[in-house]
């Protein structure tokens, strides 16, 4: 797939950028957010590296869903630190935040969210077409897409007209196709069978490692985490992130 490096321009950098790891995509300090009195995030501190595949698990309320939701940029914590590749999403105004999630920072949900009048092809295209790629480029892109998540068949159906499993591939082409740094996952199988949930799993993790892509990947299944490198755990708010993968599985 071809990187659209260079699409995204004039996005504030902070002026220590040099100070920050050039191989992270995250560097998070202290972050802590609550919603009235209770406390849901509580200090989280980490390094995502380039292409690192991280699963987060822990109990419901704990805090995984709010955390990504922060490191997407589509809520803002309290208080800590939160750079992405060097851009300080704490600080970076709503436009500049816009246009890392077309391009930069994907998202893959347990519910898909698929643009329901647009076909399969449209919604693969359709942040293609807020990138502003035009032509021949944007259609070679998407039959490479729709190829990929095996989903050339189906290309001209609607999202109605598509098993739960299907409407996933769709999601992951439309998350990969503008080759982001990194996938926001939450979930991504919590609205699936087993046996789809682990295919979806096996495509996620295998597209993601040959575009070098790093994944955080929400999840309450063992065995989804298990298509990670690491596991970290979520409790009450702080992230304990240094199990390896290996004591998930067990
Ligand atoms: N917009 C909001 N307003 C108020 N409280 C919220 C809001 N979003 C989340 N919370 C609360 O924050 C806490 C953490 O929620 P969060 O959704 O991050 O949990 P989670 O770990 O993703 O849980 P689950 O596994 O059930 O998805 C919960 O107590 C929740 O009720
Ligand atoms: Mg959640």
């Given amino acids: 797939m071809r ?6 321009t004039g996005m504030a950098k902070h002026p220590s950028d ?30 995502l590296g380039k292409g690192e595949q991280i699963a987060i698990m822990g109990p419901s309320g704990s805090g995984k869903s709010t955390l990504l939701h922060c490191l997407g940029g589509v809520d803002k914590a309290d208080t800590g630190r939160l750079y992405f590749e060097g851009n300080d999403l704490q600080t970076m105004d709503s436009t500049s935040i816009a ?5 930069r920072i994907t998202s893959i949900f347990q519910f898909f969210y698929l643009l329901p009048t647009l076909t399969v092809r449209e919604n693969i295209a359709f942040p293609l077409q807020l990138l502003g790629l035009k032509g021949k480029t944007r259609k070679d892109q998407v039959a490479e897409m729709l190829a990929h998540v095996n989903m050339e068949p189906r290309a001209d159906a609607y999202p109605n007209e598509l098993s739960g499993g299907e409407q996933q591939r769709v999601a992951i082409a439309r998350a990969l196709i503008t080759h ?16 789809n949930g682990r295919r979806i799993l096996e495509l996620i993790q295998r597209l993601i490692t040959e575009q070098g892509i790093a994944l955080m990947l929400v ?15 979520m409790q009450d708010g702080h992230l304990q992130n240094k199990t390896p993968c290996q004591e998930a599985k067990s």
Avoid: M
């Fill in 3 to 8: 990187k659209l490096s260079g699409i995204l």
């Fill in 18 to 47: 040099a100070l920050l790891g050039e191989n992270n995509i995250y560097e998070v300090e202290n972050l802590s957010k609550a919603y009235g009195e209770t406390r849901v995030l509580k200090n989280v501190h980490f390094r």
């Fill in 99 to 103: 246009g890392l999630r077309r391009s």
């Fill in 180 to 195: 982001p740094s990194v996938v926001l996952a939450d979930e991504p199988t919590g609205n699936l069978d087993s046996q």
């Fill in 219 to 233: 999840t309450h299944s063992k065995e989804a985490a298990g298509i990670c490198q690491r596991t970290w755990h």
